[in-house]
């Protein structure tokens, strides 16, 4: 990929203002299981480059996937042509941040290989998961999905970046649906991260997913009414998460606010002169960190060559940071925070999170809930849903339980938490340091560029709520 990358640089650089190629070689393995019987498995291998430069202004992007010369010099004579053509239509010509030019080189650590695991040995895992389904519970449905790939990257700018990157990733998702007194209910089961085979040994799936029926079953069979009135409401690490990802990560993306999604993934209630502007309590604060080691989200620098940091997008309750690329930085006069990420060598960088959470407080779990006179826990959810600007927002529980005098009481059937976003962060009133971090792949663009991520936090508790009422 070297020499073909060299080569369309030197041609792009030529005639264009500003110039980045980007070379991706991806391979990929699926395995499926659904209610116990194999389906057809999937194996693929992509290779490819794109260029992408900037000429009066005017961005001009193409790529292809085969990587001779001729193909290749193509694609460059194609993307400064279509910054040509545009350059003289554009109301607010592009301007990218000032970077330094970077020579890296970086890889996520396997123990166990990815390469060295075969088909058998991968699709023995799924049925050891379907084998370890408890007897006890009324199983209606199940389906279970194991996931690697790797990723090489080689990345070089004509402001003198040249980055290599070898990611591997691994995953597991799956339904389960659980059937008791003739009532249903079902949880979506999800684990990522970057590295090797060990990730399987330390999730324990088998464990994983029995505990997740149980926990059905037991809401089905004893689950009672959520109470009305105002409660404290405790949000589980899950919980956290999720809500974290939607209502800061998302309205936090620079490119949202100022209008380049309004059509795609939406707006952002969050507008430009609120930075500094105290939107959440002072004991919570949100980081959005790329670098965390093996974590699903990882990177080291972003797919414009800029070097990932942990980002606070809310410090101390006050929003600090939002997420940028070139384009929005450049716009604002700052630098890139390294949020621009794409999904394959084929699409354009946007602003992207990476791993975002709560970071963790003082408090243990066992401490907030103690110290909770009324209340609810809502330690997971099994629908949620956010308007497009990311202001009013609703979680319904798979798992809540009541609280009273400091105990848990009996589980309860659809908490529903629903708030607006100013409300949700200003209402923390205590973060415990339990983080745990959940995998999820996060959509955004046209075409859609789903990406590997990070959510979670803490247990936080939330004061003096309304619980909603279910339609």
Known sequence: MEDICAFALERARSSADYAEVKAERNSHNEFVLKNGKPEVSGFDKSLGISVRVLVGGSMGFASTNNLDRSNVTAIVDEACAMAKATSGLVKQPVKLSHEDGHEASYSSEMKKPLADVGPEEKLAALRDVHAGLPQDVSVAGSFFELYDSITEKLYLNSEGSHISAVVPRIGFFGFLTVQENGETSQVMLQKGASRGWEALREWDLEQYVSDEAHTLQRVLTKGRAPPTGPVDVICGPEVTGIATHESCGHPYEADRILGREAAQAGESFVSLDMMGQQIGSEHVSVIDDPTIPHSYGFYLYDDEGVPARPR????????????????????????????????????????????TYVEAGDWTRDEVIAETKKGVIINSFMEWNIDDKRYNQRYVSREAYYVEDGEVRHPLKAAILEVTTPTFWSSIDAVANDIGMFAGNCGKGEPMQGIPVFMGGPTIRLRGIRLGVAQ
Not at 317 to 336: C, F, K, P, W, Y
Not at 339 to 346: G, I, L
């Open 312 to 355: 606070y997008l809310m410090k101390e309750g006050a929003i600090h940071e939002l997420l940028h690329n070139r384009e929005t930085a450049g716009q604002l006069g700052i630098d890139s925070n390294g949020s621009a990420r794409c999904n394959n060598y084929n699409r354009e960088p946007i602003v992207r999170m990476a791993n």
